[in-house]
């Protein structure tokens, strides 16, 4: 109920467009009503009267009802359509708010289907609760008062049996298709996740599926799954054939009693003849009202797991909360440190295995400092705390001299362009991809920084230059071309402290050479700091620091830590031992 409660809470703001709704809708359905009631009424009437003059006020009635009902249900819908579409789009809107304090942390538990389907498929079923449950609750309670209204004005015996199929029909129906449709509906958002989720994992990898031979694996669990998502619904259709018999058999049972118990007052005089048509179809026309109720109900379940999934998601505790009043950051003409002081981190605070313990480091304005070390040695990690992705678990980070964390975090993250190894690109043009660093950049800026990160002459030699399409991920490109956009997409931005996390991995030698020229021309008067396992143009550094296993093992210039002859030198040595193998 809690739950319930909540989704009807966003419909505040549309109070008074669901009042005109749930009107227009008991529009509706009275004139449905009169229509066919009025009808029967009209029609014995003209069998017993050789005066069409007496006929003058049913006949207009029939006709003035027969132009409300279209005009009224076409604004009902129109308007009920357009506070749930208005209220999805806010909901869409806050849920996705509520996912970027999440990234990149806490998303990383989920699958990017599964994510997708909590943004477009799961809030899609929270319709059937603004749409479909709502205004149809409302306008069946009021056509059945309206019904024994009616019925009452010629009989309290008819009235109260047919107010007592009414509330029968509206009350077993919804509820039967609620009991069996209630764990099916949170089956069928689960399995439809899934589905999304292989789907998504299949396409983004479809060239390993295939290389490796796993196509027909890869068939064989998504017919697995389409398979069970068919039972499901194939259970729900079901149901809801099952509910529809139920509504009519009750709806024809209800005409039968009403027909039964009214003949005799006909022959005794108590209701006149003309009038035994009128409440037949009368009856039969309030079960209008009852119909959506049973269909609402059966997807109640499926909107309440949705919303329990929503919520689930968008009510997380991000793992980093910005002050209420944070502080301007102010202007640093000679440029901005980075201190980091006795930093502790793990992902879990119940968890033993510390990522990193008691990192200390100071990067002074226009200093370049490089953090080498094995792969898993934190040193990624260490660029997720100075982006405020993460807090540390302990000790500090200051920028000149204040804690990062009394800052707020797009002022922060303004101050620091980040090129890393696996840079998104969007499936657009390469100009679209550039402009995200700096959105109202001229052609020539973005020329410009083509050209320091040596990619001119590429982009001149396609044949629509700025507005070629990169492909998703900027496949289109080579290795050495996507990190040279991304070191042109950071050159663009101007940020006075640079990042670069692994952005030569996986590139052959001469195309990371080239890429070091690039970044090189990048690293000029910013503060740089330079995440690698690679040890090229370590030369160019004022200070390494060698990470393993989440400690500062080593630190000192390149000739100091070859001198050293511990950690580094040998890294130093394997790396250019393999390189010297490989070439002979």
């Known amino acids: 109920m809690k739950l319930f409660t909540r989704l009807l809470s966003w419909l505040a703001p549309f109070a008074w467009q669901i009042v005109l709704a749930t009107l227009l809708g008991c529009i509706m359905i009275a004139s449905n009503v009169a229509l066919l009631s009025m009808a029967a009424y009209l029609i014995a009437a003209a069998a017993i009267t050789s005066l069409l003059m ?11 009802v027969g132009v409300v009902r279209p005009f009224s249900r076409y604004a009902e819908r129109l308007v009920s359509h357009h506070i749930t579409f208005r209220l999805l789009a806010r909901l869409r809107v806050w849920v996705y708010t509520r996912l970027e304090p999440l990234a990149p942390a806490h998303l990383l538990r989920y699958r990017s289907g599964d994510i997708l389907t909590r943004l477009l498929a799961d809030i899609d079923e929270l319709q059937n609760i603004y749409l479909r449950i709502l205004s149809p609750l409302i306008v069946a309670s009021m056509i059945c008062l309206l019904t024994f209204a009616l019925f009452s004005l010629f009989s309290l015996l008819l009235a109260w049996v047919a107010l007592a199929f009414l509330l029968i029909a509206g009350v077993s129906g919804p509820l039967l298709a609620w009991f069996l449709s209630r764990k099916l509906g949170k089956q069928q958002l689960t399995l439809r996740a899934l589905q999304k989720a292989q789907l998504v994992d299949g396409i983004q990898g479809i060239q390993d599926i295939l290389a490796y031979g796993q196509s027909t694996a ?11 998502l068919g039972r499901v619904q194939a259970r729900l259709a079901q149901i809801s054939g099952l509910q529809e018999a139920l509504n009519d058999f009750l709806m024809n049972l209800a005409l039968w009693v009403i027909l039964v118990l009214a003949i005799p007052l006909v022959a005794s005089g108590a209701i006149n003849a003309v009038y035994l048509g009128f409440l037949g179809l009368l009856i039969l026309a309030s079960f209008e009202a009852l119909q959506p109720l049973a269909q609402a109900f059966q997807f109640l379940g499926h909107s309440l797991a949705a ?6 998601i968008a009510d997380a505790e991000p793992p980093v909360v910005e002050t209420k009043e944070p502080l301007p950051i102010e202007d640093a003409p000679t440029g901005y440190c980075l201190e980091v002081e006795h930093v502790e981190f793990s992902y879990s605070h119940n968890d033993k295995d510390v990522v990193l313990d008691d990192i200390c480091l100071r990067l002074q304005p226009g200093q370049r400092v490089a953090i080498v070390g094995p792969s898993g040695a934190g040193k990624s990690t260490l660029v997720s705390l100075l982006l405020r992705f993460w807090d540390p678990t302990h000790g500090l980070i200051r920028l000149n001299g204040k804690d990062i964390r009394t800052y707020a975090l797009e002022d922060l993250r303004a101050l620091i362009g980040v090129v890393m190894q696996d840079t998104y690109l969007w499936h657009h043009t ?43 991920q900027g496949l289109r490109l080579s290795g050495g071309e996507r990190q040279r956009l991304a070191v042109a997409r950071a050159l663009l931005k101007n940020a006075p402290i640079l990042i670069l996390d692994e952005v030569t991995a996986n590139l052959d030698y001469l195309t990371e050479q080239k890429l070091l020229d690039a970044l090189d021309m990048l690293m000029r008067e910013r503060t740089t700091l330079l995440i690698t396992h690679r040890l090229r143009a370590m030369e160019r550094m004022d200070e390494i620091l060698v990470f393993d296993s989440g400690h500062i093992k080593e630190r000192g210039t390149h000739s100091q830590l070859l001198a050293a002859n511990g950690l580094y030198r040998r890294m130093f040595e394997l790396q250019n031992g393999i390189l010297t193998f490989s070439e002979v």
């Not at 919303?307 to 689930?312: D, Q, S």
Request: no cysteine; proline share 3%.
């Open 218 to 228: 890869y068939e064989q669990n998504i017919r697995a799954v389409d398979a069970a």
């Open 430 to 472: 390469l100009r679209s991809n550039l402009l995200l660093a700096r959105s109202g950049a001229s052609d020539s800026e973005l020329m410009q920084v083509l050209e320091q990160a040596q990619l001119r002459e590429f982009v001149n030699q396609l044949p629509q230059g700025l507005d070629t399409l990169i492909g998703e």
């Open 54 to 64: 007496l006929l003058t006020v049913p006949i207009a009635i029939v006709r003035f």
């Open 307 to 312: 919303g329990k999934r929503l919520f689930e």
